[in-house]
């Protein structure tokens, strides 16, 4: 009688009716068995999700921080390149254009591969670019290296930061939310003197040398967003199964098939996944959200004008005191103070959501009525201490207002939908900081100083709080129809 141990190579017996199979073989089927994601039925909110914060919080901080940093490039390189200060300044504001604007496409791109190969990709584009502007010897491969490549490695850095904090938090969400929003304002306080001294020791070649080495660390933040498999993935995947053309699905980077009778979930080929990433492009841009989600369609033309007034101020504040004959270094200090009190903001307005002080709805009408006031106190205060008093306020408004947007754009959408909308938020943000950092200068030439421009932004500004108060109205009157369907299927129904 033959030994199965006679063999060279080991076998081993699954049961009496099944086949001999290598242990090789057997290894490798336990360890693909090993290998299958485990799903669960809902977000952590803790565990890995903390070190996911800190990830995130430094991609926001580099992310939102640079390209405030930028203004401090344009007289070196107006000079190195001699060209004129409109074209530079057009290459130095790109970087948060595109941040925002790319909205869309980042979110389709974190839904459809995922958030950690987006935000090593964003870290990877944005160091890229700066070390391209670090060897520019023409302003086309400046406006490239300084401004194209890195807008879009923030875009795609910033957008997955918040979605896979959404997919780590669920109760804790505002709080997580709020905490890497900080990033921003902490970003736009310390990297600029820090900034400035690379550019007085080392010239603009050499800042920029080094912004590209600190721009590299936001793909250590992107590494640090390991996926998270949750069972309203598996729920999103069954919604595609009677699609004929596209039995294919992608979700956080992973590629699946869906059969119709057993709901198996096995890796599609390379193949099939290049055409899957074609065909669903589309349907990841959430195109419907603005025929079949009122809220949402609503949010957008608030965050539109408000980001109007963000930008115009962030922009022409300085200008405005160094109009009034108020130094440059202690206009400089205008725009510290309102970043001072944008953190005082958002922490007030973590604590505020996390204890449920107010619903996340009234405390937006809250800070754009303040922001408002501001705006509007601003032209009759033509002095420093007026001036520094009104930023502070200002800051602290937009603190409480702008990390509120993704908290109520999950509201309204979902958390599936959320990576789209998230582009789209941003990128009706990004439209409003572009026409409010423009239309102000024209205003400015026009008038020939910033009382009246600054009269209209605040005018601006007061347009978001009437829409704001005109939501509820709107709500009452689409669960008014959305009753009156019901009623009428109700009728119809045999």
């Known amino acids: 009688m033959t030994s199965y141990f006679e063999d060279s190579k080991p076998h081993i017996r699954m049961s009496a009716l099944q086949p001999l199979i290598h242990e090789d073989e057997f290894r490798v089927k336990m360890h693909k068995v090993e290998r299958r994601p485990q799903y669960l039925h809902q977000p952590p909110d803790g565990g890995w999700g903390w070190v ?4 995130s919080f430094m991609c926001m901080y580099i992310s939102f921080g640079i390209p405030r940093t930028l203004g401090i490039f344009v007289t070196p390189l107006v000079d190195n390149f001699e060209s004129n200060t409109g074209t530079i300044g057009w290459i130095v504001s790109m970087p948060m254009t595109l941040l925002l604007t790319t909205g869309p496409i980042a979110g389709a791109l974190c839904k ?48 997955a930061s918040v979605v896979i904090i959404s997919r780590y938090f669920e109760n804790l969400f505002v709080l997580a939310n709020g905490i890497i929003y900080l990033g921003g304002p902490i970003g736009y306080l310390s990297l600029p003197p820090i900034t400035q001294l690379f550019l007085q020791m080392y010239e603009w070649r050499g800042a920029a040398l080094i912004l590209s080495g600190v721009t590299l660390h936001i793909a250590v933040g992107g590494a640090l967003m390991r996926p998270l498999h949750l069972a309203r993935d598996l729920k999103e995947i069954n919604l595609h199964e009677d699609d004929e053309n596209d039995k294919s699905y992608i979700h956080d980077g992973q590629s699946f098939n869906c059969e119709n009778k057993n709901h198996k979930i096995k890796k599609l080929s390379k193949s099939k996944r290049v055409r899957s990433i074609f065909r669903g492009f589309v349907r990841h841009l959430e195109l419907r959200l603005f025929c079949e989600n009122t809220m949402f369609t609503i949010l957008l033309p608030v965050i539109l004008l408000s980001g109007f ?40 307005q973590i604590a505020i959501l996390h204890w449920k002080i107010m619903s996340s709805y009234t405390l937006l009408g809250f800070g754009t009525v303040v922001a408002w006031l501001s705006l509007m106190m601003d032209p009759l205060f033509q002095d420093f201490v007026g001036l520094l008093t009104f930023s502070i306020t200002y800051g602290l408004a937009t603190g409480i207002m702008m990390p509120l947007g993704p908290v109520l754009v999950r509201d309204y959408v979902g958390m599936n939908k959320l990576p789209a909308a998230l582009g789209w938020f941003n990128l009706v943000r990004g439209t409003g900081a572009l026409l409010g950092g423009s239309i102000t200068g024209v205003l400015h030439d026009y008038y020939g100083g910033y009382y009246k421009p600054f009269i209209v932004v605040g005018m601006v500004q007061f347009m978001a709080v009437l829409m704001l108060f005109f939501k509820p109205c709107i709500q009452l009157c689409v669960e008014g129809k959305a009753r009156w369907r019901t009623e009428k299927e109700r009728e119809l129904a045999p």
Not at 52 to 55: F, P, Q, R, S, W
Not at 119 to 137: D, E, M, R, W
Not at 146 to 157: D, Q, T, V, Y
Not at 335 to 341: A, R, Y
């Open 52 to 55: 996911v914060i800190c990830g």
């Open 309 to 348: 007034a963000y930008e115009a101020w962030l922009i022409y504040v300085t200008p405005q005191a160094e109009e009034l004959q108020i130094s440059a270094t202690m206009s400089a200090i205008l725009l510290s103070s309102t970043g001072v009190g944008a953190i005082t903001g958002r922490l007030s």
């Open 112 to 159: 459809k591969y995922g958030c950690r190969p987006m935000g090593i990709l964003g870290g990877v584009l944005a160091g890229s670019g700066f070390l391209i502007a670090y060897s520019a010897n023409n302003v086309f491969f400046l406006a490239i290296g300084l401004g194209i490549l890195p807008g879009m490695g923030f875009g795609l850095a910033s957008t």
